[in-house]
Structures are given as structure tokens and as C-alpha cells.
T-cell receptor, first 113, second 109 residues
Framework: DAEITQSPRHKITETGRQVTLACHQT?????MFWYRQDLGHGLRLIHY???????NKGEVSDGYSVSRSNTEDLPLTLESAASSQTSVYFC????????????FGPGTRLTVL | GQNIDQPTEMTATEGAIVQINCTYQ??????LFWYQQHAGEAPTFLSY??LDGLEEKGRFSSFLSRSKGYSYLLLKELQMKDSASYLC??????????WGAGTKLIIKP
């Protein structure tokens, strides 16, 4: 069965360190998204990609970067982790059509100390 | 600005019916989604509305009024497993999803 996976599921890091969160999907979807979810807020879009070599900034992109070298993977990098980036991160993917239902990975809980 | 409003928390009784409302103000409208999210898990798709009216899917129904910027999710014959957060999201003119903060639904026996 097709799926979307994230690793690690939990991560504790220190302020200033570079961190990369992995996202891998086997749906063969062109669209991929990274969100963060914090208490009291809706899901907020960090970056998104509509295909290989395509990346775009979302609502809260400062301090984050992504790259898309193949269809299956969209890793999210925190260049220099800050305590404000402590959050739960979800990766999602969707097919290219007007219906555009997004399928979510299980999430990564990141703590920055 | 863009805004999605939902009640923060609701409580209902097992076997009953509950309606979760969502109002939105967005730059453009290309559809409204409802997702369910159990604690500690990923959101999962429930329904999609792009035209006015009611969409029924088993125990769950979703209604949309574009002129009023309003939707609701109706859950019938509530079960304990329906205890979760329900997220409303609108696809705006850029085809990006704008998410509400979610409604936490507590089901009591």
C-alpha cells in the first residue's frame, strides 16, 4: 500500500544546531507540503513543492529550507534551530488535480532546548 | 487577512448528534475540507465541499454555504472513537489550504 513516512518520529536538539527531518511518500504524488502544528494554531504551511526541483515558501518559512531532488522525498532542514521551532511537524502529499486531498505522514515531534 | 473560525471545544453524549461549525474569510475559495485528528496522530480526510449543499458520507455529513462563508460537520450516532479534533480548511485563490485551529470533540458515555 502507498504511504507517507517521516523520520525521526521524535527529536531533541540544541539551539543553533542544524536539523533535517525526512519525508518519503510512495503515492507518486507531485505535490508535497511541510506544516507545523502548535497548540492553539491551525496547521501552518512552511514550504511546499509541486514537483522535482520546484520549491516554494509558505506562511512561516523563515529559518527553514527544503529541496526536491526526486518525486518521493522532501526533506525539511532547520538551518540553526531555535526554541521557537519546538513543534510537531507534518509532511503531506497530494495528487495534481482540483480535488487535491492531502495525505499526511505520522508527524515528527521536535524539541529544541 | 485570511481567517477560519471554529469552536475550540465541544462536548457531546455517546449516541447523540453534534454539529461543528466553521466560518471563513479567505482570499478566494476553491473548496472546503474537513479532517479528523486523533490525539498524537496525523489528520485524516473526512469530506470535501466545493458547491453549496449537503454531502453525506455514512454517519458524517458536511454542509457548505459559500454566500455565508459557512460550513458545518454533522456527526450522527456518536461513538467514543469519535473523540478527536476536527479541522476545517479552505483552499484559497492560490490553491493553498488555510487551516482553522480545530475543534476538540469530547464524547461522554
Amino acid at each position: 500500500d502507498a504511504e507517507i513516512t517521516q523520520s525521526p518520529r521524535h527529536k531533541i536538539t540544541e539551539t543553533g544546531r542544524q536539523v533535517t527531518l525526512a519525508c518519503h511518500q510512495t503515492w507518486n504524488h507531485n505535490n508535497m507540503f511541510w506544516y507545523r502544528q502548535d497548540l492553539g494554531h491551525g496547521l501552518r504551511l512552511i514550504h511546499y513543492s509541486y514537483g522535482v526541483q520546484d520549491t516554494n515558501k509558505g506562511e512561516v518559512s523563515d529559518g527553514y529550507s527544503v529541496s526536491r531532488s526526486n518525486t518521493e522525498d522532501l526533506p525539511l532542514t532547520l538551518e540553526s534551530a531555535a526554541s521557537s521551532q519546538t513543534s510537531v511537524y507534518f509532511c503531506a502529499s497530494s495528487a495534481v488535480d482540483s480535488y487535491n486531498e492531502q495525505f499526511f505522514g505520522p508527524g515528527t515531534r521536535l524539541t529544541v532546548l | 487577512g485570511q481567517n477560519i473560525d471554529q469552536p475550540t471545544e465541544m462536548t457531546a453524549t455517546e449516541g447523540a448528534i453534534v454539529q461543528i461549525n466553521c466560518t471563513y474569510q479567505t482570499s478566494g475559495f476553491n473548496g472546503l475540507f474537513w479532517y479528523q485528528q486523533h490525539a498524537g496522530e496525523a489528520p485524516t480526510f473526512l469530506s470535501y465541499n466545493v458547491l453549496d449543499g449537503l454531502e453525506e458520507k455514512g454517519r458524517f455529513s458536511s454542509f457548505l454555504s459559500r454566500s455565508k462563508g459557512y460550513s458545518y460537520l454533522l456527526l450522527k450516532e456518536l461513538q467514543m472513537k469519535d473523540s478527536a479534533s476536527y479541522l476545517c480548511a479552505v483552499k484559497d485563490s492560490n490553491y493553498q489550504l488555510i487551516w482553522g485551529a480545530g475543534t476538540k470533540l469530547i464524547i461522554k458515555p
